[in-house]
């Protein structure tokens, strides 16, 4: 590898170690909070600042000001919402093997995490010279007044716990007093009498205190740090040995990578330091989140199975990144700005100054080639698009954005009514149309001289039936499909195309005039149900090809053997006409689907339908989850999933849709039940479908 990739694979490497350590620090520092450690060490500042006089520093958070803040007041009369509370408890008790917490702590009373250095000072102010800030601001000669020595001894009396005093052997009050005193009256002497200056000055020494406490805390926790990082490289497999090797033989990775640690340069780290308040932490976690999607090339767990040697070395690795991350992001970030400056400054000329992927495309130069194993239909190129539906291409053999978005919108029209579905179709260039309704199952079949669409209605909330055919989950076998005599499917999808199927296959062979590539799609039930149909007519059009082809043989050799061939003849070149009509299998694209069969059922759809299945799946839409694996239900095809950042992966591992759906928050997890039923909208499906596609554009 060169120098350029050597550098390239340093700065990926540099850039996962800082996203991981700002996800340790976030959640460190989410659960510093959650369990009190940060109040713990604020108010251990403040008392500071009374130099050690414990009791003062409570007297003053139990002032007007810090009152808004202090979490430790009674609260019998608050009741909190369930969900938080469980939500808190779930994340001291996972959070305690891994920071280290002890039940003391567990059990302590709870400070305020964060302050801000303007409430401070007011509150402060207010609480040692006994007066209130606006007073000051309006007689600033009183604030001499109130500075002098005997007048805070005073003030400090009335909150004074003697008790608590002699126990802990602490400074006497008069001490305390003359020591803030000198402190106070030294700033009053530097704002030269400005009230507004002398309040800016408190709230500097409260800063600056609030700083150096900082480095203290992350040196009590840094073991406990080093162990959150190992809980999360283990969590995401961030496998340093790995990762290296990755980034050293993928180029596209590299490249990447080197996009995003430009961009991420460019706007400053953010590092979740432990001062910040929770509301900032929180917001931070989504683009720490998206951040990992990004890099899911070299991060995340695969489904396949792993021998001892396999966990020793990822062990080793594991321990490596574990202290990377203990580093810090600080650390990270000043060494990532210095490679991306360097990659930045180096020869354009030689190809090595520019950020990769800014370049003319790869195909740019080649805009009519066919893509390898391109299908084609009689009489079109192959990067022929359909007439009426720009980009959607009637043949191919992986997924194609486009087409996903035009059958997913096929898919949303079958909701309507038929007059509209129709004059939507023939907006589309597809001018035979006809919609098919029997027995609560309705479906349209649209066509042009280059495809045919079918797409079948899905459940409908005002449509009872419906439900009674989702309920019907029973694996049931199937009489259509007598060679896999194990396959079993469910009953009420079964039954529901069973009503429809004569009038479909009715209607398809009303285009059997020419050759032509099919296309089936649906949304939830319609989804299931497109994918049986698919299934049943590609069993059909194989046994119907099967005794054309059986048929065509017996006519040659009677051909062969008989002098009358004229009459043969015609009989052949008919048997061909009706070969050649026959539709070819374009693809079957279904969005929101639920499981249609068992393993077995899964397997022959896979060998029949390979390259032309695909199931779209928008983050935590429920139904394509159902019915459940424990009911011997199992999906088939490619798997195309939306994360909660939008973004498309092919056949996503359990880790990554389990990661995507981790909550850190009790809003976003009382907002789980909401998007299970939200993210299966048809609608939905389309928006994502499109933005998808735009961005290939």
Known sequence: ?????????????????????????????????????????????????????????????????????????????????????????????????????????????????????????????????????????????????????????????????????????SLSTQQVGEHIAEILQRFWHRSNGQTDQFIKHVEDWYKESTDRSIGWFKKRLAPRIFFSGLAIAIAVNANTITIVSKLSSDSEIRAELVQLASQKTKEGAVDCTLDVNKDNILCQIPALKSDVFKMTPLLGWTDESRSFNWWIYSLLGWVLTAFAISMGAPFWFDILNKLVNLRSSMNPETGQGAIPGTGPSKTENAPNAAPAGTRTVAGMLPDQYVTGMPGFKPFGTSFEPDNAYWLASAAQLAYLDAATVESQCKARGLFHFNFLDENNTQCFIAANDEIIIVSFRGTEPKAPADFITDAQFKLTSIGWIDAIPQAHIHKGFLDALDDVWPLLVTEQRKLSDRPRTIWFTGHSLGGALAVLAAARFQLQWTSEKRTS??????????RETHEQTDEIDEHINSAIRNHVASPSMGGIYTIGQPAVGNEAMSMWLNQQFHGQLYRTINNRDIVPRMPP???????????????????????????????DALVFSPDQFKNISLETVKDHAAEDYVGLLDGARKKLI
């Open 549 to 558: 082809h059986e048929h065509l043989s017996t006519l040659r050799t009677q």
């Open 1 to 169: 590898m060169e120098i350029v990739g050597i550098l390239e694979a340093g700065i990926g490497l540099v850039l996962v170690f800082l996203t991981l350590s700002l996800i340790c620090s976030a959640w460190t520092g989410l659960i510093t909070h959650r369990t009190g450690l940060r109040g713990e060490n604020l108010h251990r500042v403040v008392s500071n600042l009374f130099f050690g006089r414990v009791d003062l520093a409570n007297e003053l958070y139990a002032n007007a000001e810090m009152n808004l803040l202090h979490s430790n007041l009674p609260k019998s009369d608050i009741k909190p919402h369930i969900i938080k509370k469980a939500f808190h408890w779930l994340v001291v008790i996972v959070s305690s093997p891994v920071l280290g917490l002890s039940p003391e702590v567990k059990g302590k009373r709870r400070w305020p995490s964060h302050i801000e250095k303007e409430r401070f000072a007011k509150a402060f102010l207010s609480f040692v010279l006994d007066d209130t800030i606006d007073r000051f601001q309006l007689a600033p000669s009183l604030v001499e007044y109130r500075l002098l020595p005997e007048n805070i001894i005073k003030a400090l009396d009335k909150h004074e716990d003697k008790a608590a005093v002699l126990q802990a052997g």
């Open 629 to 659: 694996e424990a009911m011997g239900y199992e999906h088939a095809g490619e798997t195309w999933y939306f994360d909660s950042f939008a973004r498309l992966h092919k056949n996503p591992s359990s880790w990554l849709k389990k990661f």
